[in-house]
Structure formats: structure tokens, C-alpha cells
Nanobody, 128 residues
Framework: QVQLVESGGGSAQAGGSLTLSCVASGINFSRHCMGWFRQAPGKEREGLATIDSTSRNMYFADSVKGRFNISRDNTKDTVYLQMNDLKPEDSAKYYC?????????????????????WGQGTLVTVAS
């Protein structure tokens, strides 16, 4: 069973930066695309960024393109989301995502990758 544990959330001022981390277990990490999503209260979950297994290809939602970066360390089974130039509208709960091949859950395809498993999330609050 895949487990994803996010960390690094917190409060920031507009224009500031935060880096989120997600440690994965129960998955052959180096073979899978990974992604980050967020969901603000009253809004739908939004796919933000994905990275393929070799870090060769990364894709970003228009809302974060040029401000956020995704990276991974396959030696640590960890994926990161570097968030720069934060805006109040970036306030949300941020989730790491992966595809668990052992689970027959509904799958979503976002930014060139498929996902069916999310972590518990980490909260990001950006003050103006």
C-alpha cells in the first residue's frame, strides 16, 4: 500500500517562498510519475505540477507556472514542491499524489500523469 507523507506547509507572506516535501513508501518510487495538487475551501482539487520518473519532464498548471518548481530525489523516495512568489490565492491544503498499481481506485489523469493516491496534505497559508 502506497503511503505519502507531506511536510513543509505553514504560513508565509505574499512574495515569500515555501518548500513542501513528500516522502513515499510502498511504491517503487523511481519508476513512477509524482505530482502535487491543492484544494482550497469551497474549491475543486487542482493539479499543480507533475514530474516523470527520471525528472526529464515536468509539467505545471498555468496558475503556478514560473513560480513553482517540482523536483524529486529518487535516493530518498521524496518529491518536492518549491513555491516562490507566493500569493494569497495560493492558500490551500497541498497534497502529494502517486499511482498505486495495487489499488483499483478511480484514477485521474493530470498534466501527463495518472494518480489514484493522495497523502493527508499540508496546509499553506499566505498573508497579503
Amino acid at each position: 500500500q502506497v503511503q505519502l507523507v507531506e511536510s513543509g506547509g505553514g504560513s508565509a507572506q505574499a512574495g515569500g517562498s515555501l518548500t513542501l516535501s513528500c516522502v513515499a513508501s510502498g511504491i517503487n518510487f523511481s519508476r513512477h510519475c509524482m505530482g502535487w495538487f491543492r484544494q482550497a475551501p469551497g474549491k475543486e482539487r487542482e493539479g499543480l505540477a507533475t514530474i516523470d520518473s527520471t525528472s526529464r519532464n515536468m509539467y505545471f498548471a498555468d496558475s503556478v507556472k514560473g513560480r513553482f518548481n517540482i523536483s524529486r530525489d529518487n535516493t530518498k523516495d521524496t518529491v518536492y514542491l518549491q513555491m516562490n512568489d507566493l500569493k494569497p490565492e495560493d492558500s490551500a491544503k497541498y497534497y502529494c499524489a502517486a499511482f498505486d498499481v495495487t489499488e483499483a481506485r478511480d484514477t485521474v489523469r493530470v498534466l501527463q500523469c495518472s494518480f489514484n493516491t493522495w497523502g493527508q496534505g499540508t496546509l499553506v497559508t499566505v498573508a497579503s
